[in-house]
């Protein structure tokens, strides 16, 4: 699939596979700033034209557990219709990236369009409507 891509900066960098096989394409830190809520805001300074009916989902790179930062939405979601820079929140005291390291990663999936139909009851199943561990073993 091919996506449309656009540097808003010389210094930014096309995401990238690290590795063959790999499910996401890395991300690069530009620019560091701090919001005024005082999270950590890296901006790629790339915008892209992800495809109708597909969803742009962003990640914290796994090496992230070694910075101290968290993902403040845990998971980034860009639509088809955003057409500005793509920036990663963390929250976390320290500016651990610096510009040009990989600051989280990219997957580009389709999604269905799903419509809902109102119904009194729910067919039944084995798990029924246990939830928050009820499936595990003690």
């Known amino acids: 699939m091919k996506v449309k891509i ?11 596979y690290a590795k063959l096989g790999d499910a996401c394409m890395d991300l690069y830190a530009v620019s560091h700033t701090i ?10 300074q790339i915008a892209m034209e992800i495809p109708d009916g597909y ?3 962003i990640f914290p ?5 070694k910075t101290g930062l968290s993902l403040r939405n845990a998971v980034g979601v ?12 963390f929250s976390g005291k320290t500016n651990t990236y610096l510009a040009g390291d990989r600051v989280g990663q990219i ?27 009820s499936t595990g073993t003690n």
């Open 78 to 89: 860009i639509d088809s219709g955003y057409r500005g820079p793509i920036m990663l929140k």
């Open 55 to 57: 969803v742009g989902l």
């Open 107 to 133: 997957m580009i999936l389709p999604y269905p369009q799903i419509e809902f139909h109102e119904v009194n009851e729910l067919s039944d199943s084995e798990r029924g409507s246990g939830g928050f561990g």
């Open 6 to 16: 656009m540097k808003l900066s010389p210094d930014a960098k096309v995401p990238r």
């Open 61 to 65: 790179r796994s090496s992230v557990s």
């Open 35 to 44: 919001d005024k809520y005082g999270n950590q805001v890296y901006d790629t």
